[in-house]
């Protein structure tokens, strides 16, 4: 049984936020080369239901599996079409009994199993995986000292006696009878689905800690998960998980699949998001912000019909039975106790079976898509499945339930009543419930169903009309699993999900299975019997009547009254992935398939990667901060697409388009934004990428602005420092070849002033970089009289003060000339100076 609960709302634009992304391209600063970084290709799958724990043994959703068979390794996987296939285990077989320790132990056919394992898996913190996890995990599960605490895997750890090593690379499974101890064949032997787990790691903690106190994460190490599956937990995992709703995982470059079976993933990770509704995950994946989903039955149909009529583009429907066999139910709690014993009377549960509408049921709260319950195997499983013929078959029929009543002796005190039991009821005579008590049964529903809600409520209304009451609870599925383990309830609503081998659900409905797996309390002595025969079954066709018998059985008994097989209803975008597949024809390729290794995960191809795909190469000279110091040729090297590639394409600083037949040269120094794209023989065209270029190839300028000489002797000289590319980045100076050189701070100009101590000429010597790297120098020769001061300066602005000066001097010395001619008032005149000697 897989439950739990949905934790986290979220809106679609914080998921559009969360997504990863990097740049298309970069150009290296300190390479001479530069190339394109690929975007990172992360699968985004969206749930409305929640990994429930980040630890393989206490989680139960579906999707918590899910998260499972992505970390961890089971021995064996299954392939797209249920079928066990090679996993941590390369092959097995059962030990002849001509073995020599067969022959010792006496042990018989096919109670001993035999594995080679891998010798190429790796756990993600780099240990080698070896035999001895294998055989530890195996008997951590099946010890009897453990078996209790080591719950989770009870269905194939029963009739496990114990593992041992053989050899470094080989290990065997010894299988018994738990109550006898006798040691019996075992037909699942290739079906073990048992997360194996990392004995370096874990063996220092008591298997109840493992059990039921570890959170599933190494907390502060990284890896925080230590797996050997297709993915790699990332160090952020369990606050992601607790706070954030939603779960990452990184493509594991060390997965064994490529060299064990030539199957590698594609792409770069896996986001997990969890949502509350319907309706936001169904917007996520209209605007890309989710891959893939399983939607509701009626959210579905409106996504189909969406993508039928053409408004919703780029996305594709699947549906189909579930590959995990999952069906929903009514299950009776068969053990004696809690509200109303009269559930316990076989004729109360074949009546109220009678008077269910299953066809109704699955045309309106499934909207038709789902089957018609029956059995405990879905018909997906067709090699195991039985389907109940017209004789055994519950039809609906009201009118034979209510005969079914009466004859029962539960009665209606009047027309239209609730019947309560009567003094021949089975309810009365071996139950002990007092005649005249109404026949009402508490019903819970997980109220995170709405469908279920309903079909709730319809069930009331029409048991009602044969006289049988129902109290409907809508309960959280915490509360409701709470409730269902502890066997003290009338009837609930919930689910069961499966293996393709039978063992797992044939189990949880024997006594074997009762305070465990077994969630109703159900046991049958016939039905054990059969179970048992099933077990040990070696031959095919015994085997599936053996499961046959088991199932006849239970739906004769009616613990359950199956309502439907639902469909898996999936809608994906197939504009980011190719590879999907048909799931429908192929259950093993639904995500559903949760038994390790999936093959959806090595199918999927980045849509990217099926486009033609162009890598730029810069080569030229480097400077410093992602300039080039000197012309720069431009390789564009196109790969892929379909049929290969047929033209590249580029331009520069948003230019006419050119078709790229050779490398090109930029010599120009400046700042270019190059562009470009490639096109397959089939006409698809890759996205255009950019890359931005930077070239100087010019060294940095000390440009003399010009010399003024005033009349004591003093020479003034400015200078400014010019760089027209990449600008200036420092420049320092020294006087008359002197090993001391003065920084200057400011990056574009210097203006300073020294005094020589001697007369004659003195050379000032100057040192420039520009941000590309490129340096100049330049030296000045001046001369120094006596008495003479020699300013030195390097800036537009001493040039400016030193003017600013001798306008000043200037307009004193007018002023003081223009006193001391005396100038008469207006008017007056005055006779010229005589020229007479």
């Not at 997980?446 to 809600?453: A, L, M, S, T």
Request: hydrophobic letters at 40%.
């Amino acid at each position: 049984m897989r439950t739990g609960l949905r934790i986290g709302a979220f809106c679609v634009a914080i998921f559009a936020g969360l997504l990863m992304a990097v740049p298309s391209s970069v150009v290296s600063a300190n390479e001479s080369t530069a190339t394109q970084l690929p975007v990172k290709n992360i699968l985004t799958l969206g749930t409305m239901e929640a990994v429930d724990s980040l630890n393989p043994l206490v989680g139960l959703t579906d999707i918590s599996q899910i998260f499972y068979s992505m970390v961890y390794d089971c021995l064996q996987s299954v392939d797209e079409d249920l079928h066990p296939v090679p996993n941590l285990a390369t092959s097995w077989w059962t030990v002849p009994t001509t073995d020599p320790e067969l022959v010792a132990s006496g042990e018989p056919y096919g109670s001993v199993w035999e594995y080679n394992l891998t010798k190429n898996a790796v756990w993600t913190d780099g240990e080698p995986f070896t035999v001895d996890d294998a055989v530890w995990t195996i008997n951590l599960n099946s010890d009897p000292l453990n078996y209790d605490s080591m719950w989770k895997y009870q269905p194939y750890a029963y009739s496990m006696k114990y593992a041992e090593v053989v050899t470094a690379d080989k290990m065997r499974i010894h299988f018994y009878d738990r109550v006898s101890e006798v040691p019996i064949p075992v037909a699942y032997g290739d079906s073990l689905f048992i997360h194996i787990l990392p004995k370096h790691k874990l063996e220092q903690y008591s298997p109840s800690h493992i059990a039921f106190n570890w959170s599933g994460v190494f907390e502060g190490e990284d890896p925080a998960v230590v797996g050997t599956g297709p993915f790699m937990a990332t160090p952020t995992i369990l606050n992601d998980w607790r706070n954030y709703g939603y779960l990452d995982l990184d493509r594991n470059p060390n997965y064994h699949g490529g060299a064990d079976r030539n199957v590698t993933v594609k792409f770069d990770g896996v986001r997990m998001v969890f949502f509350d509704n319907a309706q936001a995950m169904t917007a996520a994946l209209k605007t890309g912000v989710i891959d893939i989903a399983a939607f509701p039955p009626q959210t579905y149909r409106a996504i189909k019909a969406d993508v039928d009529d053409g408004i919703l583009w780029n996305v594709a429907c699947v549906d189909g039975l579930k590959c995990n066999q999952y069906w929903t139910d009514v299950s009776f709690c068969m053990n004696p106790g809690g509200p109303n014993n009269a559930r316990l009377d076989p004729a109360v549960r074949h009546a109220m079976a009678m008077a269910t509408n299953k066809t109704f049921i699955v045309n309106t709260y499934y909207s038709g898509l789902a089957q018609e319950g029956s059995t405990l195997i879905s018909p997906l499983v067709g090699d195991w499945h039985y389907e109940p013929n017209a004789t055994e078959k519950y039809t609906f029929d009201k009118a034979a339930a209510e005969a079914l009543l009466d004859a029962a002796d539960y009665t209606r005190p009047s027309p239209g009543a609730v019947r309560v039991i009567g003094v021949n009821s089975i309810a009365h005579t071996v139950y002990g419930e007092p005649v005249g008590k109404a026949v009402q049964f508490e019903m819970l529903v997980r109220q995170e169903h709405p469908e279920e809600n309903s079909i709730a409520f319809y069930l009331d209304q029409q048991w009602n009309q044969i006289g049988i009451d129902l109290n409907v609870q809508l309960v959280d599925e915490a509360t409701l699993a709470t409730i269902a383990y502890s066997y003290d309830y009338d009837t609930l609503i919930w689910y069961w999900s499966s293996d393709p081998d039978p063992n797992y659900i044939l189990f949880a409905q024997t006594q074997k299975a009762w305070n465990g797996w077994s969630d109703n309390h159900y046991s049958d002595p016939l039905f054990e019997v059969n179970y048992s025969q099933s077990v040990s079954a070696l031959d095919p066709a015994d085997r599936k009547a053996y499961v046959d018998n088991c199932q006849r059985i239970h739906y004769a008994d009616c613990s359950y009254i199956i309502l439907a097989y639902p469909n898996q209803n999936y809608a994906f975008r197939t504009d980011k992935f190719y590879g999907w597949g048909n799931p429908s024809a192929h259950p093993g390729r639904s995500m559903d398939a949760y038994w390790g290794a999936n093959p959806l995960w090595f199918d999927l191809t980045p849509v990217s990667a099926l486009l033609p795909s162009t890598e730029i190469e810069v080569r030229g000279t480097a400077g410093e901060d992602g300039w080039f110091v000197s012309a720069v040729t431009v390789y564009l090297n196109a790969s892929g697409g379909v049929g290969g590639v047929n033209h590249t394409y580029y331009e520069i600083d948003y230019g006419a388009w050119q078709e790229y037949t050779a490398p090109f040269v930029v010599a120009d120094s400046g700042g270019y934004t190059i562009r470009y794209y490639s096109v397959d023989t089939d006409g698809n065209e890759e996205i255009v990428s950019s890359t931005l270029l930077k070239i100087d190839t010019q060294a940095p300028q000390v440009v003399k602005i010009g010399q003024i000489s005033d009349g004591n002797g003093t020479a003034h000289w400015w200078y400014t420092l010019r760089d027209n590319n990449s600008g200036i980045n420092r420049s320092q100076y020294s006087l008359d070849n002197g090993t001391s050189w003065t920084e200057v701070d400011d990056l574009t100009s210097v203006n300073t002033t020294s005094s020589f101590q001697e007369i004659g000429s003195h050379t000032i010597m100057i040192k420039v970089w520009d941000n590309a790297s490129n340096y100049a120098e330049s030296s000045l020769t001046i001369t120094k009289s006596e008495e003479t001061t020699i300013i030195f300066g390097l800036t537009l602005i001493g040039l400016a003060a030193i003017a600013g000066v001798v306008a000043i001097v200037v307009i004193l010395i007018a002023y003081v000339l223009m006193r001391r001619k005396k100038v008469p008032p207006a008017g007056e005149q005055h006779a010229p100076p005589s020229t007479a000697p």
